[in-house]
């Protein structure tokens, strides 16, 4: 059986994630390096939290960043190396960096929802530990605030919409047909 000719949509899709998974792990190696090279001391958690002063202590899931930001480093990185696996094994045209490249859009997209859910319960919960109602400061910073949270799950409902045709467009039999 010939080979299925190669689209440009799985060859461009391919370059571009690479080209960008590339891009995140020197990023990540290079913000590894400086959380390893910096002090362990707890001076910026401390001026952010009731120890510096301010009476306002930081949100649980904020203070769980900053506990396990190494390892939250550490899975950004092994996540851009695993996008770059899966871009080459897209580009080879191979099974496994079709389903690969799949999984990691859809996981990207699940991740990006939740991230949004999260920010939105981070300010939220920053907003009733302040005892702070933007509307009482000032209507412009409720409604910045209204604006910020709308733009945030747009942009994840956006990032949502684009993976799933992206997938779609990659369990299509025409583009199956390429892989092997």
Request: glycine share 10%.
């Amino acid at each position: 059986m010939p080979a299925a000719p190669r689209s440009q949509f799985v060859t461009i899709t391919a370059w571009l994630s690479l080209a960008l998974a590339l891009v995140g792990v020197l990023t990540g190696l290079l913000q590894w390096a400086m959380f390893a090279a910096s002090p362990a001391d707890q001076g910026l958690l401390d001026a952010l939290t009731a120890g510096g002063g301010s009476g306002l202590p930081l949100p649980p899931s904020l203070l769980w960043v900053f506990d396990h930001l190494g390892l939250l480093l550490l899975a950004s990185l092994l996540s851009s190396v695993l996008l770059a696996v899966a871009s080459w094994g897209l580009l080879q045209r191979r099974e496994w960096g079709r389903f690969g490249f799949i999984v990691l859009l859809a996981g990207g997209a699940l991740l990006t929802l939740a991230g949004a859910f999260a920010f939105d319960g981070l300010m939220g919960d920053l907003n009733a530990r302040a005892g702070f109602d933007p509307a009482n400061v000032d209507p412009l910073l409720a409604n910045l605030q209204a604006a910020m949270r709308m733009a945030i799950y747009a942009a994840a409902l956006l990032i949502g919409i684009l993976h799933g045709a992206i997938v779609w467009k990659l369990c299509t039999p025409a583009v199956r047909a390429e892989f092997h």
